[in-house]
């Protein structure tokens, strides 16, 4: 069974190239422009991974992370932040917010693929 | 090359400012000419001050001297004046003594006198006897020759008596011939020439001084009589005026010549001429001491001590001083040493001095404002000199030090210059040798200067290049301050409401340094909101039970406090019950007494009964006993009666008897005669006898009688003691009859009493349980009502806890309720 992946980012560019990615691999993608749009969307798919950016209108890449730890529906899928904010303590943040891999832009298709491997089993 | 160079020396002008401010630097250090002036105001100008103060007090003092002294010398001169004045006028009449046509006129006179006898004359006989000319005997010459010498002397007029007093020559008419009764020509034929007190003369017509001389006998010494020479008061006046105007007075000196005798002054003298005024300065209080210092100068012998212990005690006195109170001194020369008092009275200062052999006193006085004005005017003067000094000093000390310091000065204005950057400046050669070197070597060190600043205007080329570099750094370090800054402005924008309780607000992250505070706020921000709906829920919940809870809560506190109000009232009517409990026990220990007191009074009442029935028994005894004496009696009686009839019989016969004897008698004749009288006799006696025992058998019979009814009586009596007897015996048994029953009573009463005290005390063990009850439903109704009052209290909290939370704004969307509800 492949692995559904919620992949949101409010860059439609960026939101495409992951999308691409992850389908090239064989995986089910679902797309939202925002935290918002990702939590309704998570709740009625029930996503395995969530791959998210931080910088978003709305809510926020960590508030969804929250938000999806917070409600027993999706406490259970993983989550990938991929981001451009690099610094340590935007790190240990994320990764406290219940993110399991914390990926920063730029970054190439391998280690996009490689975080989703990771997380996916 | 240029640009750099300009900013190095800016640069250096800079620096210079810094470290060597000189503009403020003259301000802490004191200029030369300062300094010089300085030193000038200790080194002139104290000692000055100080010469100015001790020569002040020296002058002031030395010219107060010199007033007291000319004060003083005004009235010895007015002294010496009047003295010498008296002294000349009378060497006149003194003179005249050695005149031989006075002393011949003299002699003539006393001749004459010794031949017309009138020795022997009275004074109003020979003044009645000379009454138009006056004089013993005309002798126009000599009275020529005393006119002439009184108009020349000044005198008003002048007079010569012989031995006995009578005028012998005259300068114009006195208006008297004889003098001996004179009090004056008295004193002068006793002593030698005197000068006597101011008076007024009535042959003059003047108010003068007379000059008493009188006349000796140059051989024999023998007293040939007086020469009196009057010296008008006027012409002392005149000559003392005369003397003292061309002398110099002050404004407010005045000298007065007084009359001691008169208290009055004959003359004033104030500045240039005679003042019309004879009353005294000084008023009374001058007048005694004038007083005191004439009768003192009279004696031979005084001391200071004596003059000021006269002085009475409420004149005030100041200063005072008296000179020349040596004794011997003025007993030996007392012209030379004469006698002064000087003193300050009130605003006036004085100087007396008598003139010997006269009552006059000089009495010289000056105010004392006016002396120390003089002083004050002497201080002016000498201020403005000691001022002028300083000024003059002052300004001879500024221009030779504008001289020494002008060079120095230029000197330091172009080394002003030089510090202030501009290095061109050359100071000029002028002035002393010294100003001249200092010149030189301040334009040596300037060149020095140029030089050095040039080498190091290089050095700070190259580190402005480092600098540059530094300030780019900086620019950038600031840039990005600014971001940060801005960052947390649009956060703080954001989060801003939650400090008012806006919970629903959210910041938005970004790409900047502290994007990850952001999150981190909304995060707090999301717990805070879940707490808070939790708060919310909570005490919504709380109130609905305490709302429950409080209404059953106050109905029991409301019905306690009925019960407990009841309870109360209940009380309240055992405690009735209580009291009537109470008093029937006392009513009936009222009436256990009463019957108690009727069963006594019962048995005593017994107890007389039964006295009463003995009584009556006594009395039944005594009446038959009475009865068997009257029964006794009647028996007795019944004797009686028959011891009467036979002493009736006895009588009956002896009657026959004396019949029988008289009738014998009467057969006897004479001889029997005397008989016939006894039996007659004896007859009577027994018709007597029997008529006394027919009386008292009658008597008996009364008495028998009588007794007969006693017993009839007696025996009623008896009936009706036994009667009596049984009567009482009837009451006794009733009153035994009523002691038992009021025992009954008493008995019954007693127990009535027990058992209501018992009943009483239950009562009051009901009351005390009630009242027990009553606190404990009262303290039952407090506890329910404060736990009522408790309750409302927590409702009031869940209430203000519920608005608080309110002010907390948690819900915005739909979205957001579903996170606050779970």
């Keep these: 069974m492949t692995a559904k992946v919620l992949v949101v980012d409010d860059t439609p560019s960026i939101r495409e190239l992951i999308a691409n990615f992850l389908r090239k691999s064989g995986y089910q993608v679902i797309e939202a422009n925002n935290g918002k749009e990702a939590l309704e969307k998570a709740l009625s798919n029930v996503p395995d991974i969530v791959v998210t950016d931080v910088v ?36 240990l943040w994320g990764m406290k917010q219940g993110a399991d891999i914390y990926l920063t832009k730029p970054f190439t298709e391998e280690e996009m693929i490689e975080a989703i491997q990771s997380v996916a089993v | 090359m240029e640009t750099p160079l300009d900013e190095n020396i800016e640069t250096i002008k800079e620096n210079k400012d810094e470290t060597t401010p000189i503009v403020a630097s003259q301000k802490n250090y004191v200029s030369l000419r300062k300094q010089l002036l300085y030193s000038l105001i200790y080194a002139l100008g104290i000692p000055l001050a100080v010469a100015t103060f001790w020569g002040y007090s020296f002058l002031e003092k030395n010219t107060k001297v010199t007033i007291d002294r000319r004060l003083s010398k005004k009235a010895l001169l007015a002294k010496d004046i009047l003295s ?3 002294e000349q ?32 004359l009275s004074v109003p006989l020979l003044e009645s006897n000379f009454s138009t000319t006056k004089l013993l005997q005309p002798n126009a010459a000599l009275n020529n020759y005393l006119q002439i010498t009184a108009k020349n002397s000044n005198f008003s007029e002048i007079f010569i008596t012989e031995s006995l007093g009578l005028n012998v020559a005259y300068s114009q008419q006195p208006s008297d011939f004889a003098q001996q009764d004179e009090a004056w020509w008295q004193k002068a034929k006793n002593s030698s020439r005197y000068i006597s007190d101011p008076d007024f003369d009535a042959s003059s017509n003047a108010y003068g001084i007379s000059l008493i001389q009188p006349i000796k006998d140059p051989k024999t010494q023998q007293f040939l009589g007086v020469i009196k020479a009057v010296l008008p008061i006027s012409y002392l006046k005149e000559i003392t005026t005369y003397y003292l105007k061309d002398t110099d007075f002050f404004d407010s000196q005045q000298v007065q010549v007084i009359d001691t005798q008169a208290k009055k002054a004959i003359t004033t003298i104030g500045g240039a001429e005679a003042i019309e005024n004879t009353a005294i300065i000084g008023g009374d209080a001058i007048a005694r001491i004038t007083d005191i210092l004439q009768s003192v100068s009279q004696k031979p012998q005084f001391t200071p001590e004596e003059i000021l212990s006269q002085i009475p005690p409420d004149i005030k006195l100041r200063k005072v001083t008296i000179n020349n109170l040596i004794a011997e001194q003025v007993q030996s020369s007392p012209e030379n040493n004469p006698l002064t ?141 600014a971001r940060i800054q801005q960052e947390l402005l649009d956060l703080l924008g954001d989060v801003e409401g939650a400090s008012t309780g806006d919970l629903t607000v959210r910041s938005r992250i970004s790409d900047g340094e502290i994007g990850i505070v952001a999150d981190f706020f909304n995060s707090i921000i999301e717990s805070l909101r879940e707490i808070v709906a939790q708060v919310k829920v909570a005490s919504e919940q709380v109130n609905v039970s305490v709302g429950e809870n409080q209404e059953t809560i106050s109905q029991l506190a409301t019905e306690a406090s009925q019960q407990a109000n009841q309870i109360t009232q209940t009380v309240t009517s055992v405690e009735q019950i209580t009291q009537s409990i109470q008093e029937v026990a006392h009513n009936a220990q009222e009436a256990a007494k009463v019957a108690h007191i009727a069963s006594n009074k019962a048995e005593l009442g017994g107890e007389s009964m039964e006295l009463t029935v003995n009584s009556i028994k006594q009395l039944r005894g005594t009446i038959d006993q009475t009865a068997d004496k009257v029964k006794s009696l009647g028996e007795a009686s019944q004797d009686i009666s028959r011891v009467i009839s036979l002493i009736n019989q006895i009588a009956m016969q002896t009657n026959l008897l004396s019949i029988n004897a008289s009738i014998e008698a009467a057969r006897a004749g004479e001889e029997g005669k005397g008989f016939a009288v006894v039996a007659e006799e004896v007859g009577e006696l027994a018709t007597q006898s029997s008529e006394a025992t027919k009386e008292v058998g009658s008597i008996i019979a009364k008495i028998q009688t009588e007794i007969y009814q006693v017993v009839e009586a007696m025996e009623i009596g008896l009936s009706q003691a036994e009667e009596g007897t049984q009567l009482v015996e009837n009451t006794k048994d009733s009153l035994l009859q009523i002691m038992e029953v009021s025992y009954q009573i008493d008995h019954l009463v007693q127990s009535i009493s027990k ?61 957001t309720t579903d996170i606050s509800n779970t």
């Design chain 1, 56 to 91: 978003m209108p709305e809510m926020n890449g960590f508030e969804l992370c929250r938000s999806l730890k917070k409600n027993p529906v999706t406490q259970n899928s993983r989550i990938v932040v991929c981001t451009s904010k690099n610094q340590d303590i935007d790190r």
């Design chain 2, 84 to 86: 010498l004045s008296l």
């Design chain 2, 89 to 120: 006028a009378a060497t006149i009449p003194l003179s005249m003594t050695s005149n031989p046509a006075v002393l011949e006129a003299i002699k003539e006179g006393n001749k004459k006198v010794v031949a017309e006898n009138m020795t022997a």
């Design chain 2, 341 to 481: 008092l000087s003193f300050n009275y009130q605003d006036k200062k004085y100087t007396l001095t008598p003139i010997p052999n006269t009552s006059f006193i000089v009495a010289a006085s000056i105010d004392r404002s006016e002396v120390q004005s003089a002083a004050n005017q002497l201080l002016i003067r000498f201020l403005i000199l000691i001022l002028s000094v300083f000024v003059i000093t002052t300004v001879v000390i500024l221009i030779l030090s504008r001289k020494i310091t002008n060079p120095l000065r230029e000197l330091a204005v172009k080394a002003q210059e030089a510090a202030s950057g501009n290095l061109e400046v050359r100071a000029d050669l002028i002035g002393t040798t010294e100003t001249i070197t200092l010149a030189h070597s301040f334009n040596n060190l300037v060149e020095k200067v140029e030089q050095s600043i040039e080498k190091q205007a290089r050095i700070l080329h190259n580190a402005e290049i480092t600098r540059r570099e530094a300030v780019a750094v900086a620019e950038e370090q600031q840039e990005k301050n």
């Design chain 2, 755 to 815: 058992t209501t005290v018992s009943q009483a005390e239950t009562s009051q063990n009901v009351t005390q349980l009630m009242e027990q009850i009553a606190q404990v439903s009262e303290q039952t109704s407090q506890v329910s009502q404060s736990a009522s009052n408790s309750l409302e209290s927590t409702v009031a909290i869940a209430k203000d806890l519920q608005s608080s939370v309110g002010a907390f704004k948690v819900e915005r969307t739909a979205e």
